[in-house]
Nanobody
């Protein structure tokens, strides 16, 4: 059974940092692009960042460029999202998605996704 499990969410103050992790199991994603998305209540899932299969190319939403960094460790079947300079508008649920067919910026193009991890404003 293929699973993507996110972790690392929690309370954060404006300007703070947090690192999200995505652990894949059931198959290797070392040949697949991976992505991070976020979704606020009542809103569509929004692209945050994506990374190519070998980590050689990364892609970011304009809203997080320069503040967030996506990375991966294929040996561990892990994907990470380092978030710095967090803003109130960044606090929501974050989802890891794997194996994309088509545009990597569209959530529904991914075959697998996790249950999400919540980033909450502590102020």
């Amino acid at each position: 059974q293929v699973q993507l499990v996110e972790s690392g969410g929690g309370l954060v103050q404006a300007g703070g940092s947090l690192t999200l992790s995505c652990a894949a199991s059931g198959r290797t994603f070392s040949s697949s692009a991976m992505g991070w998305f976020r979704q606020a209540p009542g809103k569509e899932r929004e692209f945050v960042a994506a990374i190519s299969w070998n980590g050689g190319n990364t892609y970011y939403a304009d809203s997080v460029k320069g503040r967030f960094t996506i990375s991966r460790d294929n040996a561990k079947n892990m994907v990470y999202l380092q978030m710095n300079g967090l803003k109130t508008e960044d606090t929501t649920d974050y989802y890891c998605e794997g194996e994309v067919y088509g545009s990597r910026r569209i959530a529904s193009n991914y075959k697998y996704w996790g249950q999400g991890t919540q980033v909450t404003d502590s102020s």
